[in-house]
């Protein structure tokens, strides 16, 4: 998943968590840390050998928090699967063009409606995706020329890969 820290946006992966030990990497560092939640929001955490304390203020959203430590306080968001899925489909649905037609999330091709070369219409769909359990259509923005198609049903697909190019 992505933390944003203010500017900053790092990929965070837990390694293991065994009790209070846990293993994280972030961005493609490894740390191992003892975490206890000492109060209600305030854990106190060590790392080799070095003690911090931090209070983690929950915004309304649940994804969003306020990070206190003795002497910062900074803004962190929590950017899951289904945070960033939402969001890039929003940032598809307010751009204009459109020369592509991708997933933002891995998964499956489940139907093409369209052929190489076939001419289609603004809104209509060109191929449904299967991701997280749910199907869904891509339909184009405007009307064009399907390019070319780069997958066939079935085909598992990763995130941003190009599925249909549109001229």
């Known amino acids: 998943m992505e ?6 946006i ?12 846990v293993v994280i990497k972030i961005d493609e560092k490894t740390y191992e840390l003892d975490v206890v939640m000492a109060e209600n929001g305030i854990c106190s955490i060590l790392h080799d050998g070095k003690s911090f304390t931090a209070e983690l203020k929950r ?15 900074f803004p962190v968001e929590i950017v ?12 598809d649905e307010t751009d204009e063009s459109q020369d592509r037609i991708y997933s933002p999330m891995p998964g499956k091709v489940v139907k093409i409606l369209v ?22 259509e891509y339909k184009v923005k ?20 190009t599925l249909i190019t549109l001229n």
Do not use: W
Request: proline share 1%; charged share 35%; glycine share 6%.
């Open 59 to 73: 915004a309304e959203n649940g994804k969003k928090y306020t990070v206190n430590t003795a002497f910062n306080t």
């Open 10 to 21: 790092a990929n965070v992966e837990l390694v293991s968590k065994d009790d209070n030990k």
């Open 80 to 91: 899951d699967t289904q945070a960033k899925y939402l969001r890039n489909r929003r940032k």
């Open 3 to 8: 933390i944003h820290i203010g500017d900053r």
């Open 115 to 136: 052929d190489k070369g076939t001419e289609v219409e603004a809104g209509q769909p060109v191929i449904v995706i299967e991701a997280m359990k749910m199907q869904s």
């Open 142 to 161: 405007k009307t064009c020329t399907i390019k070319d198609i780069l997958v066939k049903e079935g085909d598992a697909i990763n995130s941003d890969q």
